[in-house]
C-alpha cells in the first residue's frame, strides 16, 4: 500500500452536471476525511467517517454534496448540479486510531482537480 | 472558530538563505502538523507536534511548538530549490479535525 489514492486526478465538467470522485484510503486506518481546497487558501474540512459511520459534515458542505463510506473502506464525494464556485481541489485524508492523541497523524492523497466550465 | 495565521504569504529567497516562517493563533491545539504542498499535488505531511515548547528536526528543518500550544515555527537553514513549495500549518484540536492557516509559498532560487 503506497498511501490515500484519489480518482480521477482531474475533472472537468460542465455546469450542472453531476461529478463522483473517489477515494481509497491507507488500508489500516479507519478514519477518513474530505476536504476542499480553493486557489490561496488552505484546505477546509468537509466531512469525516470513522469506519462506515459519517460523524460530521461541514457546513460548507451544502446539499447538493453527498459522501458516502459504504463498508468503511473507500468512500465516494458527489457534487450534483455542479455550479462554477464548486471548482477546487478536492482532497482526501485518512488516519489511524489513536490520531493525533497518540501523535499519529492524517496522511492526504493526491486530490481531485475540479474545474466546472 | 479557530483560526491560523501564517506569516509570511510568500517568501522568495536564494539557495543557502536561512528562513523562518510562523503559524500563530489565538487558540490552543492539541497538536500541529506541518505540511509541504508542491503545485496540483497533495499535502505532504513534515512533521507533528503535540508539547508545547517542543522542537523537532528532519535534516535542515527544525520546528518548534510554543510553549502555549497557540504558535508554531519552521525554520529552514541553508535553504535549496527542491525546498520551494507551499508550507501548510494544520492545528488539531480536541476533535479529529485539522484546521489549517492559508500557508506560505517559498521559492529558493538558485
Known amino acids: 500500500d503506497t498511501g490515500v489514492s484519489q480518482d480521477p486526478r482531474h475533472k472537468i465538467t460542465k455546469r450542472g452536471q453531476n461529478v463522483t470522485f473517489r477515494c481509497d484510503p491507507i488500508s489500516e486506518h479507519n478514519r477518513l476525511y474530505w476536504y476542499r481546497q480553493t486557489l490561496g487558501q488552505g484546505p477546509e474540512f468537509l466531512t469525516y467517517f470513522q469506519n462506515e459511520a459519517q460523524l460530521e459534515k461541514s457546513r460548507l458542505l451544502s446539499d447538493r454534496f453527498s459522501a458516502e463510506r459504504p463498508k468503511g473502506s473507500f468512500s465516494t464525494l458527489e457534487i450534483q448540479r455542479t455550479e462554477q464556485g464548486d471548482s477546487a481541489m478536492y482532497l482526501c485524508?485518512?488516519?489511524?486510531?489513536?490520531?493525533?492523541?497518540?501523535?499519529?497523524?492524517?496522511?492526504f492523497g493526491q486530490g481531485t482537480r475540479l474545474t466546472v466550465v | 472558530t479557530q483560526l491560523l495565521e501564517q506569516s509570511p504569504q510568500f517568501l522568495s529567497i536564494q539557495e543557502g538563505e536561512n528562513l523562518t516562517v510562523y503559524c500563530n493563533s489565538s487558540?490552543?491545539?492539541?497538536?500541529l502538523q506541518w505540511y509541504r504542498q508542491e503545485p496540483g499535488e497533495g499535502p505532504v505531511l513534515l512533521v507533528t507536534v503535540v508539547t508545547g515548547g517542543e522542537v523537532k528536526k528532519l535534516k535542515r528543518l527544525t520546528f518548534q511548538f510554543g510553549d502555549a500550544r497557540k504558535d508554531s515555527s519552521l525554520h529552514i537553514t541553508a535553504a535549496q530549490p527542491g525546498d520551494t513549495g507551499l508550507y501548510l500549518c494544520a492545528g488539531g484540536g480536541s476533535n479529529y479535525k485539522l484546521t489549517f492557516g492559508k500557508g506560505t509559498l517559498l521559492t529558493v532560487n538558485p
Open positions: 485524508a485518512s488516519s489511524p486510531p489513536g490520531y493525533l492523541t497518540l501523535r499519529k497523524s492524517a496522511f
Open positions: 487558540s490552543v491545539f492539541s497538536s
